[in-house]
């Protein structure tokens, strides 16, 4: 087990393009650290650099304190499963699972104890025998965590792993996947660009955009006080809600409108009752609605702008319908309307 530590990281290809700038994190020893941010944003490129399979341009990464700037990626003691499963498609499961340890010149009876034990910790004991092409995309993907935790690494660097798999099987992979780090316990880095899924499987989570660290946090402080407007706008779904202070400021209770401040509002946090005495009251007319079974998902139309809400299905709504909500004034978030940084208004 090792803690990751990533200080200064820049990376510049060669062709002269800036992929991550002074990137620095770390990933404690046995935690898993979810790195999330939208495509393009140097996530993989991040993974390259810890694993090895790429050099960085400056900065150190240090692996369990020892700085590994320079060791190749079979000296790094780290594992990476990626999202396409490089499995080999002539050999079975149970050839697959063994490859890394034969090569290691493994004794053959302690091959074939660790590889049925880790077949069985993924449910794989009955498709040893078969190939990749006769697997389905979550039993190839189980095998490539498999062949990554015979390895027995340090850290586990794994590059979006689920997203070529379908809605619900992506679910329980990912609660398998929290209680195996439970189990084993190994520092692992988890990349991926859906926040739900950052959200629910990170212990912390660094949010990455066009190559910088936006905020690093747990998820429930990244939901709760984000850095700036564009991590509130990518961390929760559906997005938030921004208004500028002037629209605000047409509410009943809002605060005094703030010159160059802009508001957000997460959708779930709009209530059908005042909740206290300093809420904000909004008064709209929906002009889209859309029922989720115990949910309305509705837009609002206020004097200027729109507003999504999320609303417990607890009355009939209706298109056209006047509609007046509450929310609190804790759950008002503002940002520098210039800078989108996140700013903390002095409170009444
Ligand atoms: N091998 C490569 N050669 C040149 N540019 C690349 C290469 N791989 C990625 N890039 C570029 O680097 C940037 C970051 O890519 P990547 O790290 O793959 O992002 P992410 O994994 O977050 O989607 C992108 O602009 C991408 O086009
Ligand atoms: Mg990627």
Request: overall charge positive; proline content about 5%; charged content about 25%.
């Amino acid at each position: 087990m090792a803690a990751v530590q990533i200080e200064h990281v820049d990376k510049i290809r060669p062709g002269g393009q800036g992929v991550l700038h002074d990137v620095s994190f770390a990933a404690r020893d046995g935690e898993l650290l979810a790195v999330v941010g939208p495509s393009g944003c140097g996530k993989s490129t991040l993974l390259r650099l810890v694993a090895g399979l790429e050099s960085v341009t400056a900065g150190v990464i240090r692996i369990g304190g020892q700085v590994v700037n320079e060791l190749p990626p079979q000296r790094r003691d780290v594992a990476m499963v990626f999202q396409s499963h490089a499995l080999y498609p002539h050999m079975s499961v149970y050839e697959n699972l063994a490859f890394g340890l034969r090569a290691r010149g493994t004794p053959r009876r302690q091959i074939d104890r660790r590889v049925r034990q880790v077949g069985a910790r993924l449910g794989l004991e009955t498709m040893l025998e078969r190939y990749p092409r006769e697997l389905s995309g979550g039993q190839r993907q189980r095998t490539a965590l498999g062949r990554a935790m015979l390895r027995e690494p340090a850290v586990f660097l794994l590059d979006e792993p689920l997203s070529s798999l379908d809605v619900p099987l992506r679910a329980e992979l990912r609660r398998e996947l929290a209680a195996l780090h439970r189990s084993l316990g190994t520092t692992m880095i988890y990349v991926t660009h859906d926040q739900s899924e950052a959200l629910s499987l990170g212990q912390r989570m660094v949010v990455l955009a066009g190559g910088r660290v936006q905020q690093i946090d747990t998820p429930l402080d990244v939901y709760r006080r984000p850095a700036s407007r564009f991590v509130a706008g990518f961390i929760g779904w559906p997005p938030m809600n921004f208004l500028r202070a002037e629209s605000l400021a047409e509410m009943a209770g809002a605060p005094a409108g703030e010159a160059g401040v802009e508001y957000g509002i997460r959708p779930e946090c709009f209530a059908a009752q005042p909740g206290g005495a300093d809420d904000v009251q909004f008064e709209g007319r929906i002009e889209r609605i859309e029922s989720q079974g115990g949910e309305w998902h509705l837009e609002l139309a206020l004097r200027r702008e729109r507003v999504l809400v999320r609303l417990r299905a607890e009355q009939a709504l209706a298109v056209g319908e006047p509609l007046r909500l509450w929310v609190r004034r804790a759950d008002l978030h503002t940002f520098d309307a210039a800078t989108g940084q996140r700013v903390e208004l002095a409170r009444r």
